[in-house]
């Protein structure tokens, strides 16, 4: 019989869904009888300990939604190496009220100066604010966008991407587009004109988007959208990756 209560609280703290109360409650009460600590604080402990375990997982989730080839934090990003881009605005967009207020971000600059890790931390900032975040390469998010529509449910995977807070458009005019995916792409971030924000990473420069849309009037109707309330990243550097190469040839002359 004396086990009784201790069997119910568990069976309820189960059904409550608080894993962090069972696991934790016993452990505590001996920790804060031996500090002399009150009911009240007892519980307060109790209580915060859930808080930050609920956060945890939260946020966990939102980052496994997001699909995030790596995880990849701005605190890892080397800014001395890319002296084109603004730390102090890549820093303040962490904060993530861009997002708050529906703008977007466009990083332009050459193949390897750290875009995609950029756009990856603002992507995990995000997260950690409690933020649903969608990352996907331009080409596939065309493919999805294309396979959705033979297959019948474009207006279902339309209104998947229309519910993030954040979408991150990676990699646009690697690869130009056919008309079919330069008019469903168009839709796409049409549909999150002032109601979501978006980031994007290219390697072209504005004036040779129309290589990757094929023409001119929807290249300049998508730019309407996109830069009517954006923050523009100039990564212009030399690529990290050619760097490296190079640096390692100079230690090793012979290889």
Same mark, same amino acid.
């Given at each position: 019989?004396?086990?009784?209560?201790?069997?119910?609280?568990?069976?309820?703290?189960?059904?409550?869904?608080?894993?962090?109360?069972? &696991?934790?409650?016993?452990?505590?009460?001996?920790?804060? $009888?031996?500090? =002399? @600590?009150?009911? #009240?604080?007892? %519980?307060? !402990?109790?209580?915060?300990?859930?808080?930050?375990?609920?956060?945890?997982?939260?946020?966990?989730?939102?980052?496994?939604?997001?699909?995030?080839?790596?995880?990849? &934090?701005?605190?890892?990003?080397?800014?001395?190496?890319? $002296?084109?881009? =603004? @730390?102090?605005? #890549?820093?303040? %967009?962490? !904060?993530?009220?861009?997002?708050?207020?529906?703008?977007?971000?466009?990083?332009?600059?050459?193949?390897?100066?750290?875009?995609?890790?950029?756009?990856?931390?603002?992507?995990?900032?995000?997260?950690?604010?409690?933020?649903?975040?969608?990352?996907?390469?331009?080409?596939?998010?065309?493919?999805?966008?294309?396979?959705?529509?033979?297959?019948?449910?474009?207006?279902?995977?339309?209104?998947?991407?229309?519910?993030?807070?954040?979408?991150?458009?990676?990699?646009?005019?690697?690869?130009?587009?056919?008309?079919?995916?330069?008019?469903?792409?168009?839709?796409?971030?049409?549909?999150?004109?002032?109601?979501?924000?978006?980031?994007?990473?290219?390697?072209?420069?504005?004036?040779?988007?129309?290589?990757?849309?094929?023409?001119?009037?929807?290249?300049?109707?998508?730019?309407?959208?996109?830069?009517?309330?954006?923050?523009?990243?100039?990564?212009?550097?030399?690529?990290?990756?050619?760097?490296?190469?190079?640096?390692?040839?100079?230690?090793?002359?012979?290889?």
């Amino acid at each position: 019989m004396s086990d009784t209560p201790q069997l119910l609280l568990s069976h309820h703290l189960k059904k409550l869904r608080l894993p962090t109360f069972l &696991s934790e409650y016993g452990k505590l009460a001996q920790q804060c $009888a031996a500090e =002399n @600590k009150d009911h #009240v604080q007892y %519980l307060l !402990r109790l209580t915060e300990l859930e808080l930050i375990e609920r956060e945890r997982r939260m946020i966990e989730r939102r980052i496994k939604a997001a699909k995030f080839p790596a995880i990849k &934090s701005l605190d890892s990003f080397d800014f001395k190496a890319i $002296a084109s881009l =603004n @730390k102090t605005l #890549v820093m303040e %967009l962490a !904060r993530c009220e861009y997002i708050d207020r529906h703008e977007n971000i466009i990083a332009l600059g050459p193949s390897g100066t750290g875009k995609t890790h950029i756009a990856l931390g603002l992507g995990l900032a995000a997260c950690q604010k409690g933020l649903k975040v969608r990352f996907i390469t331009a080409a596939a998010l065309v493919h999805e966008l294309i396979e959705a529509t033979d297959e019948k449910r474009l207006l279902r995977l339309q209104k998947q991407l229309a519910s993030q807070h954040l979408l991150i458009i990676d990699e646009l005019g690697f690869v130009p587009l056919s008309k079919t995916g330069a008019e469903l792409l168009f839709e796409t971030i049409s549909q999150r004109y002032e109601r979501g924000s978006i980031i994007i990473t290219s390697n072209l420069p504005f004036d040779e988007w129309t290589e990757t849309f094929g023409t001119e009037r929807l290249t300049g109707a998508l730019l309407d959208r996109l830069t009517h309330h954006i923050q523009i990243l100039e990564m212009n550097d030399e690529s990290f990756r050619l760097k490296q190469s190079r640096q390692s040839r100079k230690k090793n002359p012979g290889k």
